[in-house]
T-cell receptor, first 118, second 113 residues
Framework: GAVVSQHPSRVICKSGTSVKIECRSLDFQATTMFWYRQFPKKSLMLMATSNEGSKATYEQGVEKDKFLINHASLTLSTLTVTSAHPEDSSFYIC??????????????FGDGTRLSIL | GESVGLHLPTLSVQEGDNSIINCAYSNSASDYFIWYKQESGKGPQFIIDIRSNMDKRQGQRVTVLLNKTVKHLSLQIAATQPGDSAVYFC????????????FGKGTHLIIQP
């Protein structure tokens, strides 16, 4: 089945550091990938849609200058949390979908990145 | 705003029993629904999906029912096993399929031995 790999699985860093998270589709090409954020015992909230070769689309309330997204190839999207602060600590999860933007395929998720800012 | 929500935050069932997890959605324009299972510290795992032109779909030990009249979605798990313990989320795609998922609050399924 479709596999999405996310790296790193856990990051602990000091306030003010920028952190890059990678999301890779291992056995399929993904024109579109998605980034979600999840707080403890809460549901996933969509942050942004990452489109290969074009700018990401951010959800309302998500700062695009804080959360930089790059989707340089059909198998890799990166999320960079710039100048991270303790309130950015969270579980970040990416997903990818086979096919184009309107494909009928379900999204497959990575195993998330637990970001802890001290 | 419109959202997908779940009726119960926690459901405890005996091993071997059947379990039913419910979900209410409010966006009548949604046409694709998915159930995901999330184990602690991991990403959501696809279980089963259903499109709005269907009212029932079966997988291995799981059945999803869709009632568009009352905007209700349910996941039935037959003969629950310890490995079924997880948080279950329903999710919808509200706008034509190109968008990210809108997730419900989640139900924590606990399997009692």
């Amino acid at each position: 089945g479709a596999v999405v790999s996310q790296h790193p699985s856990r990051v602990i860093c000091k306030s003010g550091t920028s952190v890059k998270i990678e999301c890779r589709s291992l056995d399929f090409q993904a024109t579109t990938m998605f980034w979600y954020r999840q707080f403890p015992k809460k549901s996933l909230m969509l942050m942004a849609t990452s489109n290969e070769g074009s700018k990401a689309t951010y959800e309302q309330g998500v700062e695009k200058d804080k959360f930089l997204i790059n989707h340089a190839s059909l198998t890799l999207s990166t999320l960079t949390v710039t100048s991270a602060h303790p309130e950015d600590s969270s579980f970040y999860i990416c997903s990818a979908r086979e096919g184009g933007p309107y494909s009928n395929q379900p999204q497959h998720f990575g195993d998330g990145t637990r970001l802890s800012i001290l | 705003g419109e959202s997908v929500g779940l009726h119960l935050p926690t459901l405890s069932v005996q091993e071997g029993d059947n379990s039913i997890i419910n979900c209410a959605y409010s966006n009548s324009a949604s046409d694709y629904f998915i159930w995901y299972k999330q184990e602690s510290g991991k990403g959501p795992q696809f279980i089963i999906d259903i499109r709005s032109n269907m009212d029932k779909r079966q997988g291995q030990r799981v059945t999803v029912l869709l009632n568009k009249t009352v905007k209700h979605l349910s996941l039935q798990i037959a003969a629950t096993q310890p490995g079924d313990s997880a948080v279950y989320f329903c999710a919808e795609i509200p706008r034509g399929g190109a968008d990210g998922l809108t997730f419900g609050k989640g139900t924590h399924l606990i399997i009692q031995p």
